[in-house]
């Protein structure tokens, strides 16, 4: 079992920027890992996600405006968002999937996340 601690989130006006935080509990630089978020009524998106050999891959709608990054350390990953847009205004949630062998290619299906957070709420307006 693997503990997930989002924050980080907001309200911000378009074009602002936000960075959002997740704490894992148990973290191993081999797993899989990333941000998903989900507005109410309709089917998660993947947003980032990064595999165990820090490969990144970035849904089309926010590519050049978000960033994922990890800090093995701290046991984090982040999500920084610039230019942000009223469109990106959804739940955010960090997810990953725990493996004993090494991560790769990290999808953006939430299908193959077991563990996600409890969601942090980010709010663009116009």
């Known amino acids: 079992q693997v503990q997930l601690v989002e924050s980080g989130g907001g309200s911000v006006q378009s074009g602002g920027s936000l960075r959002l935080s997740c704490a894992f509990s148990?973290?191993?630089?081999?797993?899989?890992m990333g941000w998903f978020r989900q507005v109410t009524g309709q089917e998660g998106e993947g947003v980032a996600t990064?595999?165990?050999?820090?490969?990144?891959r970035y849904a089309e709608d926010v590519k050049g405006r978000f960033t994922i990054s990890r800090d093995i350390a701290s046991n984090s990953v982040y999500l920084q968002m610039n230019s942000l847009k009223p469109e990106d205004t959804a739940m955010y949630y960090c997810?990953?999937?725990?493996?004993?062998?090494?991560?790769?290619?990290?999808?953006?299906?939430?299908?193959?996340?077991?563990?996600w957070g409890q969601g942090t709420q980010v709010t663009v307006s116009s």
């Open positions: 990064m595999d165990g050999a820090g490969t990144t």
């Open positions: 148990k973290y191993s630089s081999k797993y899989c």
């Open positions: 997810v990953v999937k725990t493996t004993a062998l090494f991560c790769l290619a990290a999808s953006l299906d939430q299908h193959d996340y077991p563990y």
